[in-house]
């Protein structure tokens, strides 16, 4: 049986840090005007962080006592203090520090190839932090594909890309993404994009590399072409040429056909033209969009949000109509537009009312921090500056929660007191009195039942938010 003394054994060598006795390398970190020193041992480098053992075998830099001195410029005593506790006692305490110093610390340690540290630190963020990931979704997206060995944070990452590919695809960042990133997207099969746009992507993204490219394809030379392919030859296979529509062919495809091999551009013509011909090209499989359509409307309702899916915006739509039975997904009257997105445009009051002051037929949804938890509002006159700390009058708008996860019925409340259904408050967000309204920048409160039918939570308060959204709805 062995006897484990792991805790004293970590207090131990911590101490071993803090003195620094008989320590034979001096790790200076920060910029000039705010250096730190770190007194350290290369016994302990050695087996516990090979990488600056490494840097402490190169360096040519010593001091008049003949101990060697390693410069880290670029990385903050406040991130290096806690790496090298980790090396030598193997304790990380993450309690108190900024979830951005966490992103850092994580980069840190895949630099020192700290595998331990690394994964440990993935499991975290997106455990306790997803809310931060998403809020600096394209710093966190590229810089996990700045290398091989954050795998966990890559498939997080294309997991939201993958329902959600406006997030990059339409991202002012989306030409500077790595190969790496944009083969790991477009080769999965649940990527929710038509393929003909997934290709006008590609090319835009392999036309971005190359800047002496002429800005019109027409005035391309054969050399042209064969640059635009070299650029692409590890995306092109992940394209889906054979569910790409006969008129997207001629039009998206065929201006840039030199840059495909010839048996397989003739394979996409014969099958485009005689889909039953035997063609020997690799036929790869459709994506798995998740919409239903229906043949004979050639109509799918969909909603760009990161927090309702095309179920719950359906209830919703049932509701402001008034339904009692819901509208089946494709039969939805309404078109649900995006006007603002807190983690895209901000949460502060001033956005709300940039954005929404005077929309009418709004809904608005919120997703509670680090729960299954959806709830929000209808408003069909809509919130106007011109009211200020005044209430509007309607006896259509309702709050409600919705079916999600754990949450097994959706909830309902309708205005009962028309006179206070609205309040405009230039000091907040979204307000349907006190019954639910937006109370801090990133948080909401449900006060009491005052105008509405009933609580939306079992437990009145004020409770944190991942996000929440305002779209405008019309008939189409």
Known sequence: MALNFYENLSSDFIKLLEKGNEHNIIIEVGESSIKQHFKVHSA??????????????????????????????????????????????AT????????????DLLMTANEFQLEELMTRLQTFLIENQSSWLKLNFSKVHNSSFQTNNLKALQNYCNDIIAKHPNLIFESTDFNTLPEAALVSIIQRD?????????????????????????????????????????????????IRYFQISSE????????????????????????????????????????????????????????TSSIINIEQATEIASWVDKKELTYKINNNPYEFNLILRGSRDGFGPEVFWNLCDRKTNVV????????????????PIGWNSNFNNRCSKTNDSFIFSLKNGNIKNSILSRAKNNDGAIFNFSERGPNFYSDLYMSGSRSFKVYNVFSYENLIRKKPGEFCIDDYEVFKIKKR
């Open 44 to 89: 302990v480098l050695c087996y516990r962080c090979p990488y600056l053992y490494d840097e402490f075998k190169k360096s040519t830099i010593s001091n008049d006592d003949n101990i060697r001195i390693i410069q880290k410029p670029q990385i903050t005593a406040k991130i290096f203090d806690i790496i090298i506790k980790y090396i030598y006692g």
């Open 92 to 103: 990380v305490n993450l309690e108190k520090v900024e979830k951005s110093v966490i992103f």
């Open 190 to 238: 649940d990527l929710q994009l038509e393929e003909s746009k997934i290709l006008d992507y590609v090319i835009q993204w392999g036309i971005s590399q190359n800047k002496t490219l002429p800005s019109d394809v027409d005035d391309w030379i054969d050399e042209d072409f064969q640059i635009l392919k070299n650029t692409l030859q590890q995306c092109l296979p992940h």
């Open 248 to 303: 997207n062919i001629m039009e998206k495809l065929f201006p840039y056909r030199q840059i495909l091999d010839e048996e397989l551009w003739d394979d996409i013509l014969k099958y485009s033209m005689v889909p039953n011909e035997t063609i020997t090209s690799k036929i790869l499989p459709p994506r798995k969009i998740f919409t239903t359509q229906l043949p004979n409307r050639g109509y799918a309702f969909q909603i």
């Open 364 to 379: 608005v949804v919120v997703k509670v921090k680090d729960t299954d938890e959806i709830i929000g509002g209808y408003n």
